[in-house]
Nanobody, 125 residues
Framework: QVQLVESGGGLVQAGGSLRLSCTASGRTFSSSAMGWFRQAPGKEREFVGGISRSGGNTYYADSVKGRFTISRDNAKNTVYLQMNSLKPEDTAVYFC??????????????????WGQGTQVTVSS
């Protein structure tokens, strides 16, 4: 069983930055591709970005490409989402998710087995 805990959300003005962290319990973190997703009120959960097990490959939604960066520290069982140039439309609850070990990252919600509880990000205009 893997437990994921996100932190780092908050209120920020448009153009500002935030860094989210997601720390995992368990011994399979380094074997698991990770993803970040977000869900705004009244909308479906959407893919933000993903990172491979080693951290060597990252993938982003077009809406955040060039502004958001995903990284991971396997020694700390933690994955990060650095968010720059934030826009009001980035306001959402942000979730990290882990795939079953040995599977690669995807943009599909149902491909991820483990989920955190989410952290709220609010960007004011």
């Amino acid at each position: 069983q893997v437990q994921l805990v996100e932190s780092g959300g908050g209120l920020v003005q448009a153009g500002g930055s935030l860094r989210l962290s997601c720390t995992a319990s368990g011994r399979t973190f380094s074997s698991s591709a990770m993803g970040w997703f977000r869900q705004a009120p009244g909308k479906e959960r959407e893919f933000v970005g993903g990172i491979s097990r080693s951290g060597g490959n990252t993938y982003y939604a077009d809406s955040v490409k060039g502004r958001f960066t995903i990284s991971r520290d396997n020694a700390k069982n933690t994955v990060y989402l650095q968010m720059n140039s934030l826009k009001p439309e980035d306001t959402a609850v942000y979730f990290c998710a882990a795939r079953t070990p040995a599977m690669g990252p995807t943009s599909i919600v149902s491909d991820y087995r483990y989920w955190g509880q989410g952290t709220q990000v609010t960007v004011s205009s």
